[in-house]
């Protein structure tokens, strides 16, 4: 199976893209990447990196190497919500990434099988974009916003595309530490349980749309309990 993944520099993406290489299941990974990866990594067979400077537009040649992705994984995004910076960064990005890589013929390997978008939103997003909010109001809303669209662009797209939103809490290193274990105590997921949450929904789909921290966290644990079986 072929993805499409963004956001491959980040502290999730980084799991996630070490998850699918390591995946016989997947066996081509295209990065939509500012840039360079590690050459360690992007020596991997099974990898193709792709710098691009605009999240927002897809030229011709960078269309046809996604051809026959039947899922992408979008872990791109920034912290700063303010602005115009802020919303181009998250909002303007993912709503032109999966309308482009759903609707057109390029990235398609059969226009019967919709192509799984699974967008990395994060806790307290919140949807009601009327709702009074006394924390972190503008990244909430502007997550909701972006959670609205998807979920509307299945509605209108539903045989093009598959929208899927996971929800971590505080995501947490894999190694152990004070600050780890601390943290813990509240909501919060090992970001290897969110990659292997994250892995299987673009490999097999979800029959959530909106996947929360509790059910990652159980998903998760669980594969990488399976995984470690097989080792």
Same mark, same amino acid.
């Given at each position: 199976?072929?993805?499409?993944?963004?956001?491959?520099?980040?502290?999730?993406?980084?799991?996630?893209?070490?998850?699918?290489?390591?995946?016989?299941?997947?066996?081509?990974?295209?990065?939509?990447?500012?840039?360079?990866?590690?050459? $360690?990594?992007?020596?991997?067979? *099974?990898?193709?990196?792709?710098?691009?400077?605009? &999240?927002?537009?897809? =030229?011709?040649? %960078? !269309?046809?190497?996604?051809?026959?992705?039947?899922?992408?994984?979008?872990?791109?995004?920034?912290?700063?919500?303010?602005?115009?910076?802020?919303?181009?960064?998250?909002?303007?990005?993912?709503?032109?990434?999966?309308?482009?890589?759903?609707?057109?013929?390029?990235?398609?390997?059969?226009?019967?099988?919709?192509?799984?978008?699974?967008?990395?939103?994060?806790?307290?997003?919140?949807?009601?974009?009327?709702?009074?909010?006394?924390?972190?109001?503008?990244?909430?809303?502007?997550?909701?916003?972006?959670?609205? $669209?998807?979920?509307?662009?299945? *509605?209108?797209?539903?045989?093009?595309?598959?929208? &899927?939103?996971?929800? =971590?809490?505080? %995501? !947490?290193?894999?190694?152990?530490?004070?600050?780890?274990?601390?943290?813990?105590?509240?909501?919060?997921?090992?970001?290897?349980?969110?990659?292997?949450?994250?892995?299987?929904?673009?490999?097999?789909?979800?029959?959530?749309?909106?996947?929360?921290?509790?059910?990652?966290?159980?998903?998760?644990?669980?594969?990488?309990?399976?995984?470690?079986?097989?080792?």
């Amino acid at each position: 199976m072929k993805i499409i993944l963004t956001g491959s520099t980040g502290f999730i993406g980084k799991e996630v893209l070490h998850q699918c290489l390591n995946s016989p299941h997947i066996t081509s990974i295209v990065a939509l990447t500012r840039r360079e990866l590690p050459k $360690e990594v992007a020596s991997d067979p *099974k990898l193709k990196t792709i710098i691009l400077k605009d &999240f927002t537009a897809y =030229p011709d040649d %960078v !269309l046809q190497e996604l051809a026959g992705a039947e899922a992408c994984i979008w872990a791109l995004g920034s912290a700063t919500a303010k602005a115009e910076a802020g919303r181009k960064a998250n909002f303007d990005t993912t709503l032109a990434g999966a309308k482009t890589f759903s609707t057109s013929p390029a990235s398609q390997l059969e226009p019967r099988k919709p192509l799984r978008f699974v967008y990395v939103s994060g806790m307290l997003a919140e949807r009601n974009q009327e709702k009074t909010l006394w924390l972190a109001q503008e990244g909430r809303r502007m997550r909701g916003q972006i959670e609205n $669209e998807l979920v509307a662009l299945q *509605k209108q797209h539903g045989d093009s595309v598959a929208a &899927f939103v996971v929800r =971590p809490w505080m %995501v !947490l290193s894999k190694e152990k530490t004070v600050m780890s274990a601390v943290a813990s105590m509240g909501p919060s997921i090992r970001v290897d349980e969110l990659a292997a949450a994250i892995v299987n929904i673009a490999l097999n789909g979800s029959e959530r749309q909106i996947v929360d921290n509790d059910v990652l966290v159980r998903e998760g644990r669980h594969l990488l309990k399976l995984r470690s079986k097989t080792v």
